[in-house]
């Protein structure tokens, strides 16, 4: 991995391996190229291309189709700064040019400029290097710093003295470069050109003829620098040599080459070096001055020369990542102008000054919080600029979130999550990521990423109960309100958005919805009509709270609605038939003692509980101390002996009342008769019934009594005629009064209504008179409220009759 290293640093290694350089970097890139992933692109394109110039396809190049590269949001990143040389366009997969590259300024005298992107792909997360190597092309030509050189030489210099001359400049590289010197012919120069070791060159005139003073006073001729690009480009400058008298001395550097280094966050003012020429002649002409003679533009920036001391100080800010090394060349002229040279190197040496940089390359937002563990979902990048140690970055993510940096690539980390996401729990991350390199004092930064959570429909609605009781009181007014369930779901938005239906089903065999409705917003259970508590005490309805989601998810919930009682149905009495619509004579042996069950009262009610506790109550009697009624059994008992002074006509009128609030009663007449024999039976208009019987019953009577008067008139008519001479008269008819049916039980449902008699049970009743007090025998389940109302309402008379007669055990005092 050593080599990684060097190559992660490849700025340091450029700089002070000059030579190395390319090999290492290449090396490295060759490494690294096979080490991370095949799919690493490298293009090289020569500088000054125009904008939109195809560099490559990176689809092609990378085996993707066209279309992937679109859908999977590829983009170019660049690695350290924010220069967007090149694009890709992302309907062709053509890495382009979008702006002009100047290799020298991006550069310099760099030997390799390599631009490096990255490409990032999304879904999966991928990440591929593109390099970018920007060749030279001959844009520049050779530069003279000066255009005029003077050069002073004394006449006594003899054949083969050499005089430095500055060398040409060329901004381009390698074959652009200077390559060739040569001097418009003259008498007295030819030209020597040396190559140096530090890659510059030695460029001299020596001295092939004699000068004279006297015959010639100055010399100019040209120096030509040609490069060697194609076309070729050259510089020119021109060369002034005065020629002096003897005995004049030029001034001489003590080294040839002065080498200091410093840190880069040296302060201004900080005295680099010293440099020291002594000149040998005297006086004014010993004096020197020292000046830059060939200086970098952004060395001028950053040092200063006193021309007086010769001391190089620092003027600006030194940047160990922008430039680590420096050189230049300083003339040192005496009074006469004479001069000689000397070459400065200074190396900046890198401080712990930049901390690292965490830059957030791609990140998946919101990410749905049903991925799985294990999925990526950003890729950090991590820079730090200084070198070695100091730029060797260790990163860190906050505890307690459910991710983790996996180290990628190089200085790449994958930001993947470690465990199930719940949106519902944790809906946003704030993610902090630490890095600090390993420097002295070590520098550190964060930054923090923020990181949604997308919903998924993963929560059914809850209902808050598990089941839901509605009370209503029968008779509810339709569309009045039941009761309301409420379910949650914490999902978001239309996931989470409830929505209430009734499942169809069904209610004593109609469907549910005839019965209730339900909000479908509010989950308000409405009544859809009235209820009968006599109907139905309680029904279930289902009810269903589904999200909006897609799919949607649902719960259901069991609503019982329970119906109580409302006292709204009066004691309806059984017998004796309500009043006015029947004549009930109740036989009293006159032998009756205190005590002695002479009738009953028999009533039911519809409603249940309270509502249907009936009591009984006689309101008014003939001879109110005669009679008794069973509060509860409305069992009507002697309360003492019958005596003869009673009257044989008694007349009760009996209330029968339930226990509901307000509760509702119903009275009833009862007569009783006196008598051990029917035939003592008044008439019965004698009986003071109330007439006002219904027609058919009076025209009946009427008929009945029509036909006997008309009937013993006629018998009496015979028999006086055949039998008057006997005078024995008969007793007629013994043991056998004609009663209208109606003294019989009453008919609960309608036959008293129309008042039509049935002749079965109107005979019975007439057959059965004889001892009436030990016939009349009562279920007491009558009165019971277990009987079914519904039942008790469909009981024919003829099921009374039966229901008399058959029950002999149980209610005979
Ligand atoms: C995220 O955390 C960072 C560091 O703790 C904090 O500065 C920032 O305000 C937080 N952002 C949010 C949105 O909470
Ligand atoms: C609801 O959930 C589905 C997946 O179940 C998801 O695709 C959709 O984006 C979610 N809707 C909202 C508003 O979050
Ligand atoms: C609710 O009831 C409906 C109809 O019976 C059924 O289709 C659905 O699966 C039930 N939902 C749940 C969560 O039990």
Redesign the pocket.
């Known amino acids: 991995m050593w080599v990684c290293t060097i190559y992660s640093n490849e700025k340091v290694t450029e700089r002070v391996l000059e030579q190395q350089q390319s090999l290492l970097s290449f090396f490295c890139s060759f490494v690294l190229l096979v080490h991370i992933t095949r799919a690493d692109l490298s293009y090289s394109v020569p500088e000054e291309m125009r904008p939109g110039s195809i560099v490559g396809n990176i689809a092609k190049d990378l085996g993707l189709e066209v279309g992937k590269l679109f859908t999977r949001k590829a983009r170019i990143d660049t690695e350290e700064n924010n220069q967007h040389y090149c694009d890709v366009d992302l309907k062709t997969g053509n890495f382009v040019i979008r702006e002009r590259i100047d290799r020298e300024e991006l550069c310099g005298e760099k030997v390799s400029c390599m631009l490096k992107f990255e490409l990032v792909l999304e879904s999966p997360l991928e990440l591929h290097r593109v390099s970018l190597l920007i060749q030279d092309v001959n844009d520049n030509s050779p530069v003279f710093p000066k255009d005029a050189m003077k050069l002073e030489i004394r006449e006594s210099a003899v054949k083969g003295a050499r005089y430095r001359v500055n060398e040409a400049h060329d901004a381009d590289i390698g074959q652009n470069t200077v390559k060739h010197y040569s001097l418009q012919k003259n008498e007295h120069f030819v030209l020597s050109v040396q190559d140096d070791a530090d890659g510059s060159k030695t460029v001299e005139l020596v001295l092939d003829k004699e000068l004279d003073r006297e015959k010639e006073h100055d010399l100019n001729f040209m120096l030509i620098a040609v490069d060697g690009g194609n076309p070729q480009r050259s510089g020119t400058a021109v060369i002034h040599v005065t020629v002096l008298d003897a005995n004049d001395n030029a001034p001489v550097f003590d080294q040839a080459v002065y080498k200091s280094s410093l840190p880069e966050n040296s302060p201004v003012d900080t005295v680099i070096v010293t440099v020291s020429a002594t000149d040998a002649d005297e006086g004014v002409n010993g004096e020197v001055t020292y000046e830059f003679s060939r200086i970098s533009e952004r060395a001028k920036k950053v040092f200063s020369l006193d021309g007086k001391t010769g001391e190089i100080k620092v003027t600006g800010a030194l940047d160990f990542e922008s430039n680590s090394k420096y050189e230049m060349r300083i003339d040192a002229k005496d009074g006469y102008g004479l001069s000689s040279d000397s070459k400065v190197m200074i190396d900046i040496t890198d401080v712990n000054d930049n901390p690292p940089v965490i830059h957030l390359k791609s990140l998946t937002n919101p990410i749905p919080e049903n991925v799985s563990p294990g999925t990526e979902v950003g890729i950090i990048n991590v820079q730090d600029r200084d070198s070695e140690t100091n730029g060797q970055v260790r990163c860190s993510i906050q505890q307690g979130v459910p991710f983790k940096l996996v180290p990628s690539i190089k200085n790449y980390y994958s930001l993947v999550s470690t465990g199930q996401l719940d949106r519902e729990v944790v809906s946003d991350y ?1 993610i ?1 990521i630490g890095a600090t390199d390993e420097g002295s004092p070590p520098l550190s930064s964060s930054k ?1 990423v ?1 990181l949604s959570v997308a919903d998924i429909n993963d929560n059914p609605p809850v209902f808050e109960e598990q089941s839901y009781s509605a009370y209503v009181s029968e008779n509810n007014k339709p569309g009045s309100t039941l009761c309301s369930v409420s379910a949650r779901d914490p999902d978001w938005r239309q996931n989470g958005t409830v929505i209430y239906s009734l499942l169809s089903g069904e209610v004593n065999g109609a469907l549910v919805s005839s019965y209730v409705s339900v909000n479908g917003d509010t989950g308000v259970i409405h009544a859809v009509k009235s209820f009968d508590y006599e109907q139905f005490r309680s029904f279930k309805v289902q009810v269903m709270a589904r999200d909006n989601g897609s799919p949607p998810l649902s719960s259901n919930v069991t609503v019982s609605v329970f119906i109580s009682d409302v006292n709204d149905n009066s004691p309806q009495i059984l017998y004796p038939a309500p009043e006015g619509n029947s004549f009930m004579t109740e036989l009293v042996p006159k032998a009756a003692h205190g005590g002695s069950l002479v009738s009953k009262v028999i009533a039911v009610d519809a409603d249940s509980g309270q509502n249907a506790w009936l009591s009984y109550h006689i309101v008014k009697s003939t001879d109110p101390g005669l009679f008794s009624i069973g509060v509860h059994s409305g069992e009507i008992r002697t309360q003492r002996d019958i005596s003869e002074s009673d009257s044989m006509k008694q007349n009760l009128i009996v209330s029968v009342k339930d226990n509901g609030q307000p509760s509702l009663s119903a009275t009833c007449s009862m007569y009783l008769l006196i008598s051990d024999n029917l035939a003592e039976v008044p008439e019965l208009k004698d009986i003071s019934y109330d007439e006002k019987n219904s027609k058919l019953t009076s025209y009946l009577i009427i008929a009945l009594v029509s036909v006997s008067t008309f009937f013993l008139t006629f018998i009496i008519i015979i028999l006086g005629m055949r039998f008057c001479r006997r005078r024995k008269p008969r007793l007629l008819f013994d043991g056998a009064v004609a009663i209208p049916s109606a003294y019989l039980p009453p008919n609960y449902a309608d036959v008293d209504g129309t008042g039509t008699l049935r002749s079965t049970y109107n005979y019975d009743a007439y057959l059965t008179t004889g001892s009436r007090t030990s016939d009349f025998k009562f279920v007491t389940s009558y009165n019971d409220n277990t009987l079914p109302a519904d039942q008790t309402l469909r009981k024919s008379p003829s099921d009374f009759l039966e229901a008399f007669g058959d029950s002999d055990d149980s209610s005979q005092v």
């Open positions: 704030n902090t923090s923020q």
